[in-house]
């Protein structure tokens, strides 16, 4: 991190907030590179209903993009269908997006989509430096058509154009504008799959969202204060990465499927993309980038089925979709230094040489402390339910679409945002564990975790550590052992609930950690949530099993419930 004098400061960028004696900024300085070589592979396969009249299909073809600290080049591009369409399209829309439109009389039995991409991709994370004043000149160009209002970004909503202006009251550069509402998304919104409306006002109120709330959200904050963002669509990696910092090493994961995020118009810088969930001013090499627009209404081209039926048909056509990637060369060297200052949930940025406003933010109470007098004292009688507790639960990710009526007998069935997201628990070379912060006493009863077995053989069972110093201590109980067998076999994710009602520990306000242990080949999969809604950013831990310190962290936080009772 640079400083000078002059105008200018050199900062990490993130929250630049002033953190207060007992908040914890969790803001990151990030500089290295990343450099990939992958072959991309999507499969469809559409199986017909009864009565189509007409069947068509548009993909968006991935295109090069090169900006300051990210830059994808497409290679090679191929996209095919089995049997072929009685009419092919091909055709550039105003966005600059390549649309491949192919149509069928009627619907075959079977349809087979295979799209083949070799890409290079890069991020840089060097100094950037930025000189854009704020409030922006007039935008000309481009710009101008990524600045108004539409259906899911409400940036002429009178909430959202009030709290653009307060964020940036005072703000003399674009880049201290950007940053404020960026990590004001980050630190009020919480990541929900499927949440129930995908725009910006929706987020605003609830709190909540996925990854195009996120987008939206922010797109509507910037476009209120005269800045253009797009919205980008393409597909995440799951091929997770490692950032070394003080403490040991972070790592980093999406779920492989798709996912929105924005690229931000500097006047110096050209655009630039930001992922809104956690990184500032670039995305990852596991990031494909292929169609971009004003919102997620018109970036929809991208495996959209569309088809006319009889009104009387009984059946619906079928989509199942897959992704995978081959890496074929992938190099990181990452560095991160957590600052003093920034939001309290994770934000990672290059260094920015920028001038900035910091921002106060509340401290962060600790729990109470009770004395001995008052443990004896208390009476567990309240049910008491606590964790990171929203996830799909009970879904199959391989048929996760929804068809709509178009009008008349037209139907469409676009892509969604609903991605897997989970981490295969019982390797045999590896152990996670989970923080949980209580803020009440509690007799403790049950340990739920949102896991999917996929088979194998063996018991599982819940270990409940002490905390120190932010890593998992002294063991406290373990929960009852469940065979495998025990646990719905169905597709999809439920909880599965640990007995501890035979020891019953009573767990005074605090830290604490669970841990998934696990005997025989069991192959299960947690679920995990991106960000952290519940827990800090280093409360998700891993380490190998012939090691003693829990020094690898993750960036998400996995699905869990505490379930017991508690007091008035």
């Known amino acids: 991190m640079k400083r000078g004098l002059g105008p200018f400061v050199g900062v990490l960028v993130g929250a630049l907030l002033a953190a207060g004696p007992s908040a914890r900024a969790e803001n990151y300085t990030i500089r290295g590179e990343m450099g990939a070589e992958i072959r991309y ?10 009565g189509v009249r007409q069947t068509t299909l548009s993909f968006v073809m991935p295109r090069s993009f090169l900006s300051p600290t990210f830059r994808q080049e497409v290679r090679n591009a191929d996209l095919s269908f089995v049997p072929l369409p009685a009419e092919r399209v091909s055709n550039e829309d105003g966005r600059g997006n390549r649309i491949v439109t192919a149509t069928w009389n009627g619907s075959p039995a079977f349809i087979d989509v295979r799209l083949v991409v070799d890409l290079v991709n890069a991020t840089g994370l060097a100094t950037i430096e930025t000189q854009a004043p704020f409030p922006l000149a007039a935008v000309a160009g481009e710009g101008r058509a990524y600045l108004g209002a539409t259906e899911q970004v409400q940036s002429d909503h009178p909430r959202i154009r009030a709290l653009a202006a307060e964020l940036t009251q005072g703000v003399t550069t674009q880049f201290d504008a950007v940053q404020k509402a960026i990590s004001w998304v980050v630190d009020r919104v919480s990541y929900v799959n499927p949440p129930q409306q995908v725009d910006a006002l929706y987020a605003l109120e609830s709190g909540k969202g996925n990854c195009q709330n996120f987008s939206h959200l922010s797109a509507a904050l910037l476009r209120a204060s005269g800045i253009p963002v797009r919205i980008v669509n393409g597909v995440t990696l799951n091929r997770p990465f490692d950032v070394a910092w003080q403490q040991g090493v972070m790592t980093f994961k999406m779920g492989q499927g798709r996912h929105s995020w924005i690229e931000v118009w500097f006047p110096d810088l050209g655009w630039v ?51 995978q990637a081959d890496f074929r060369k992938d190099q990181v060297a990452l560095r991160g230094n957590r600052e003093t200052y920034g939001p309290r949930n994770l934000l990672l940025c290059p260094d920015v040489r920028a001038s900035f406003q910091p921002l106060a933010i509340k401290p962060v109470p600790p729990p109470p402390v009770f004395g001995e007098a008052e443990k004896r004292a208390f009476r567990y009688e309240l049910p008491y339910l606590y964790g990171n507790l929203e996830f799909p639960e009970g879904v199959d990710f391989a048929f996760p679409r929804v068809t709509r009526s178009t009008g008349g007998d037209a139907f469409e069935m676009r892509r969604n945002f609903l991605v897997e997201t989970a981490e295969y628990v019982t390797t045999n070379l590896t152990q996670y564990a989970q923080m949980v912060i209580l803020q009440k006493p509690v007799r403790l009863d049950k340990v739920g975790l949102a896991l999917h077995a996929f088979g194998g053989e063996g018991a599982l069972w819940v270990d409940l550590f002490a905390d120190k110093e932010g890593t998992p201590g002294a063991p406290i109980a373990a929960s009852a052992l469940k065979n495998l067998e025990e646990i719905d076999p169905r597709p999809g994710y439920r909880w599965v609930d640990f007995d501890f009602g035979g020891e019953a520990p009573v767990l005074m306000p605090g830290a604490y950690w669970i841990a998934l242990g696990f005997s025989g080949s069991p192959i299960v999969n947690w679920f995990f949530t991106y960000g952290k809604p519940v827990g800090p950013v280093q409360g998700t831990r891993y380490k190998g099993v012939f090691q003693e310190a829990w020094s690898g962290a993750l960036n998400y936080e996995f699905n869990y419930r505490v379930i017991g009772r508690t007091t008035r």
């Open 273 to 323: 993309p930001f992922d809104p969930q956690n990184s500032e001013l670039f995305v990852s090499s596991r990031f494909i980038r292929i169609e971009v627009g004003v919102d997620n209404n018109e970036t929809k081209n991208d495996g959209l089925l569309r088809w006319t039926q009889a009104r009387d048909a009984q059946l619906k056509p079928h989509l199942q979709e897959t992704i």
């Open 41 to 50: 592979e999507l499969q469809q396969r559409i199986t017909a209903g009864t």
